[in-house]
């Protein structure tokens, strides 16, 4: 396998306490026009693959980034594609862009991994290895309501223990033993909303300035979109076989995937968010912003 292909991960977050977006970094004195995050992972694979396998030449302002993070983005100042709960740090000064988003609905990237059945489990301690933000919150979100057993901790140092949340390639890998759960499934199970596991955020001060640069961003999305699509029975049998995954499960979740964030998928973003904030003492969302680069009729 190459290295290349080693960058379908995203990388452990250690928890921290939120820190308001306004003590990071502005956008002032940055050069902020056409530059956009990108989150690189297998759940962003619809954007990221056709510049990580040459099909396309790197858009220019296009950065492709593993595990980005909402303190990634703030010190760049830049437009940034990036999981929902990182997205909830940048939210009082950031616009969500509607027109690009990455959304599951019954098939999901994250998955909860235990040695039995789970609802033959009383109490467990559950492994956060290398799981991003968002992968955290709908574990929170769903593994006690859904499955029915007491999380006594949330552990990101070790191995895994009695359960464990595993998100991206890992997600999809086969077990030799255990049980898989899927997460987003349960999710909407419980919650009657999809999970938007990454969102596009731009910069206020940009939305506001120069509109017309955030819809040069959305286009150069939705033509990697359109790529993918015309490709993807290629991109589903590489990912299987470079990444030893399962790809029965890989295409149910990228035929299942959609990639905007229509007003359900907003109320969905905060219903997470609020199902969660006090226990990842996440930053209060009143009302965000909301930009469409193309306005629908």
Known sequence: MSEASELWYTPCIEP???RSPAAWSTTEDKN????CLIDHSLTTAAITYPIERGWVE???????VPGLTAEMVAERGACALLGSIDAVYLADRYAVVTDVALVSHHNG???????????????????LDDVSRTAEAVARATLTHFYGFQVTGWDRTTDERDAAVREGAAAFRPSADGHVGDLVRAWFILSGFPLPTHLLMAPRELVERDPDTVRA???QLQQLLSITNERRRELRRNLAEDLGLDRERLVAFQNDQTFTASKTVRKAWLDLVRRTARAMQLPAIEEPVVFTARERS
């Open 58 to 64: 790197p858009p220019e302002g296009i950065e492709l």
């Open 32 to 35: 902020i026009v056409g530059l």
């Open 16 to 18: 921290r306490r939120a």
């Open 109 to 127: 990237p994250i998955i909860i991994w235990t040695p039995g059945r789970p609802d033959e489990i009383d109490h467990a301690v559950v492994a």
């Open 217 to 219: 961003v959305v286009e």
